[in-house]
Nanobody, 119 residues
């Protein structure tokens, strides 16, 4: 099993920056990819960014050039994903959920963290 603990998020003005972290524990060797989805009120959950174990990163179009996903899994006992969010816009507001996709298993979700961008 993989467990996730998120941190970061908060309230920021438009144009500001935030950094999200997601620390995984458990069967780290099974993780194929990690990333974030977000969900705005009344909207469906959408993929924001993800990165595979071999460093292949993908972003939704609206965050390209503003968000950067990275990871730290240099040690076998650690697997932490980061999402640096710069030049934030009000439309980035939402509940951000970290996820992990373990090989041969279903998605695992973090507890969610709120990101609010004021105009």
């Amino acid at each position: 099993q993989v467990q996730l603990v998120e941190s970061g998020g908060g309230l920021v003005q438009s144009g500001g920056s935030l950094r999200l972290s997601c620390a995984a524990s458990g069967r780290l060797f099974s993780i194929y990819a990690m990333g974030w989805h977000r969900q705005a009120p009344g909207e469906e959950r959408e993929l924001v960014a993800q990165m595979t174990r071999d460093d292949l990163a993908t972003y939704r179009d609206s965050v390209k050039g503003r968000f950067t996903i990275s990871k730290d899994n240099a040690k076998s006992t650690e697997y932490t994903m980061y999402l640096q969010m710069d030049n934030l816009k009000p439309e980035d507001t939402g509940l951000y959920y970290c996820f992990a996709f373990p090989t041969g298993s279903s998605y695992v979700w973090g507890q969610g963290t709120q990101v609010t961008v004021s105009s």
